[in-house]
């Protein structure tokens, strides 16, 4: 029987990484971008809150591209 962790993670409820981006435009500021199991990423700032484009989501995107890890498409469209 599956943990309630496995479960959820399986299912792309809960993350399989987290990783802290510095804001661009608010010195101190750090945003939460979440890695799911799908290769969706999600972030904690104004645009991912909506689930739009965004710069910190593009970083990430761009880092586990260079790693061959999977991510969905969609933000590569911002500029950097």
């Known amino acids: 029987m599956k943990s309630s962790k496995e479960f959820l993670m399986e299912n792309n ?8 981006v510095q804001s661009r435009s608010e ?15 999600s972030c904690d700032c104004i645009a991912g809150c909506f689930k739009a484009p965004c710069y910190h989501k593009k ?3 761009e ?11 969609g933000i590569s469209s911002l500029s950097k």
């Open 27 to 41: 010195k101190g500021l750090i945003h939460k971008v979440e890695y799911f199991g799908d290769g969706s990423l």
């Open 63 to 73: 880092a586990l591209q260079k790693q061959g890890v999977y991510t969905k498409s």
């Open 59 to 61: 970083l990430i995107s």
């Open 13 to 20: 409820l809960l993350p399989l990484k987290t990783y802290d």
